[in-house]
């Protein structure tokens, strides 16, 4: 692999993972708003309907995959909630145990999640069978 499709990939992964955030975020207020749902079951929903978008965007245009694979899809998730867990286990270290301000645990979370998830989902999630 080239280093200008391994920065395609990276530059189409960012692209697809803001497009998912705004996602997650527009659905979870509109469900606590609209529908009247608690904090956490919203944001739920909003996080379920951008993990959808987030795998087919880069099935499709971060990785050039098919979309309909049982197994990839089941590795994809794995990594989504690896990130997520890895998310919020960064979160509580520097917040409540470090004693960092949020605001700023939130500069390594930002760069270390997507890396890592990029890794992974190049490595395992979306890799290819030749």
């Known amino acids: 692999m080239t280093p200008a499709e391994i920065t395609r990939q990276g530059g ?28 956490l079951s919203a944001n739920l929903a909003g996080y379920c309907a951008a993990v ?3 795998y087919l965007g880069n099935a499709r245009l971060t990785f050039r995959r098919p979309t309909r694979n049982r197994a990839q899809f089941g590795r994809f998730l794995a990594v989504s909630l690896a990130a997520l867990a890895l998310n919020q286990t960064l979160v509580y270290l520097l ?16 760069v270390i999640v ?16 030749h």
Do not use: D, N
């Open 114 to 129: 997507p890396a890592l998830s990029f890794v992974l989902s190049k490595l395992w999630a979306f890799r290819s069978s």
């Open 95 to 110: 917040v409540e145990k470090v004693g960092w301000p949020f605001w700023l645990a939130l500069g390594p979370v930002v």
């Open 52 to 54: 959808g978008v987030s």
């Open 12 to 39: 189409t992964f960012a692209v697809v993972g803001v497009v998912a955030t705004l996602v997650h975020v527009a659905l979870a207020l509109a469900a606590r708003e609209g529908l009247g749902l608690s904090p």
